[in-house]
């Protein structure tokens, strides 16, 4: 597996200390409020565990599923909902778990999906961004990293499923997905 890897670009160490720069800040940002954490399966899986182990306000957690990429390398466009919420989000501030934001496409649907489901706010934390690539206009309030554009897989991240095991991230070889 790390041999299919061109280079790392995040060790596990890096990765864990701006996971605590971040929770430090919606620590601070939500100081005396209530948040619910909605990771995205399953790419966020390694970022949100990392993240809770260091949030220190009122919070309860949840996920959803959705996809729009199948087993490429490129954005479709399109969002399915493949497993939603699994409690109502009504009056409550949620903080959207994402592994990365690439053409911006799945989180400007899900936004919008939380708007509409009466959330008093909503914001989103990304360990990993890559603004070269964006389709949509977004706002992303909380980044760990800006990212090239390169395809990048571990730490949750994958290409056709595998790789999300990997406790760093890493560029792929070109050669695995040509
Ligand atoms: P977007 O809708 O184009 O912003 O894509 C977001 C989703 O695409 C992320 O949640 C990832 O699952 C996937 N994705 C985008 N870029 C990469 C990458 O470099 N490696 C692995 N997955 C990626
Ligand atoms: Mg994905």
């Known amino acids: 597996m790390h041999k299919d890897l061109e280079k790392v670009l995040y060790t596990e160490e890096e990765i864990r200390e701006t996971a605590k720069r971040l929770a430090d800040q919606i620590n601070e940002d939500y100081a005396g409020q209530e948040v619910v954490f909605v990771g995205l399966l399953k790419g966020s899986v390694q970022f949100m565990?990392?993240?809770?182990?260091?949030?220190?306000?009122?919070?309860?957690?949840?996920?959803?599923?959705?996809?729009?990429?199948?087993?490429?390398?490129?954005?479709?466009?399109?969002?399915?909902?493949i497993k939603d919420l699994s409690e109502p989000i009504d009056d409550k501030n949620v903080i959207i778990v994402e592994d990365i934001i690439d053409s911006g496409n799945t989180l400007n649907f899900i936004k919008r999906y939380f708007s509409a489901k009466n959330a008093n706010s909503v914001r989103i934390c990304t360990l990993l961004n890559k603004p070269s690539r964006r389709e949509v206009e977004i706002d992303v309030d909380y980044i760990g990293f800006d990212v090239p554009d390169e395809f990048v897989v571990g730490y949750g991240l994958d290409y056709c499923e595998y790789y999300r095991n990997l406790p760093y991230i890493g560029v792929l070889k070109p050669e695995i997905y040509a």
């Open 49 to 81: 565990a990392d993240l809770l182990k260091n949030i220190e306000i009122m919070c309860t957690v949840d996920f959803m599923c959705v996809s729009s990429y199948g087993n490429g390398t490129k954005s479709t466009g399109r969002v399915n909902i």
